[in-house]
């Protein structure tokens, strides 16, 4: 097994952020962004760790951003090639980190979502649509949408993001760029799901980060990953309730059945409830590539 890293510890590089997940650093005039094994629920960082994790996001991400580069170009540089002065933290950085383009990020999150769950589920229940996009009426949890939606939120510093109109997301970003994110993301949506479903793999929805290096969008952050993605398992797909999926719901589920208040600090994880999150990212990572991870 590959090392776990919880936290990076990289004293000669300039530190800038870490995340729920991601540590983040400037090399010289490009970001190194270090998926770690942490894991958040609830909005709070766990204290126990889950083997792979990192690495599972990292080389999904590259997978992605290398299957769909025709579609938009993407932050990466080099995930391999790295400058000498990262040489001593190589057990560190290994599969689990990027050498990134810097960009302006915008400050909506993407989300396209092609069925009906999570907090749409919830807005749909209440109010027949998502934010603000009418549906049919009489649709069951987990139903598949008549057409992908896309659905933007906030990026919140803190808690959740909200979600917001396409006209709230076009008034902070301008209407054209908001046009642009749209097309994009609907785009890399529908691709990725008909690559996704002969696999096995539903891809109920999904978020994506763009920047901008002058007026050039650039796809940024992370691509169709357990985290940034619902994936639910396509045998066994019925509507009508929520599905199992390839994700952190085994550890929502957890935390839910021993009544923990969702406040920080959160409670360590059990050995067996670990090895069953990383089991779940490891196949979501094995299916959609067709080989087992490194």
Known sequence: MNAIVWETNLPGLKFLNRGKVRDLYE??????IVATDRLSAFDVVLPTPIPDKGRVLTQLSLFWFNLLRDVIPNHVVSAEDF?????????????RSMLCQKTKPLPVECVVRGYLSGSG????????????IS?????QESDRLPEPIFTPSTKATAGHDENISFDEAASMIGGELAERVRAVSLDIYSRAVAYAEPRGIILADTKFEFGLVGDKLI???????????RFWPADGY?????????????????????????QPPGPELPPD??????????????????HELK
């Open 27 to 32: 090399v010289g005039d490009r970001l190194l």
């Open 83 to 95: 400058p000498p002065e990262l040489a001593a933290y190589k057990e560190q950085l290994e599969g």
């Open 121 to 132: 589920w919830k807005d749909y229940r209440a109010t027949g649509k998502v934010c603000g």
């Open 135 to 139: 549906l049919p009426a009489g649709l």
């Open 219 to 229: 796809w940024i952050d992370e691509a169709l990953t357990p985290d940034s993605s």
């Open 238 to 262: 019925q509507p009508g309730r929520s599905q199992p999926s390839f994700d952190k719901q085994y550890v929502r589920d957890y935390l839910e059945r021993i009544g923990w208040n969702k």
């Open 273 to 290: 409830v670990v090895e069953a999150t990383r089991a779940r990212y490891r196949e979501a990572y094995r299916q959609l590539t067709g």
